[in-house]
């Protein structure tokens, strides 16, 4: 998964878009260790703490397994749940063309 969300994030990258990763490693230290070649992560990425997949972030957003992927619009709304490569990039194009089309305000 890891090379293919680095490669939407460059494709995208004059775009409106970004990707938010959480990390539920218990231990820090492993993540940092581990975030190298082609598991090598270029966007930003938030940490649940010592409490891993029950901290504070995975408990408000109410995942229950890893990973998990919300595509959220430009709006804030979550629009696809789940998906991931190829359908991942058909969603992000979507919104980006949704968001795109609407009529621009003032």
Known sequence: ???H???LVERLKDKPFAL?????DTDKSYYASE????????????WCGP???SGPIP???NVRGWP??????????IRFNG???EAMDKAVDQLLAEMEAEPKKG
Do not use: A, C, Q
């Open 1 to 3: 998964m890891i090379p």
């Open 5 to 7: 969300e680095r490669s």
């Open 20 to 24: 938010l990763g959480v990390n539920s």
């Open 35 to 46: 975030n190298k070649g082609d598991m090598l992560v270029t966007w930003r990425s938030f």
């Open 51 to 53: 409490k891993g997949t």
């Open 59 to 61: 408990t408000k957003w």
């Open 68 to 77: 998990t992927i919300y595509v959220l619009d430009h709006k804030g709304v």
């Open 83 to 85: 998906v991931r490569g």
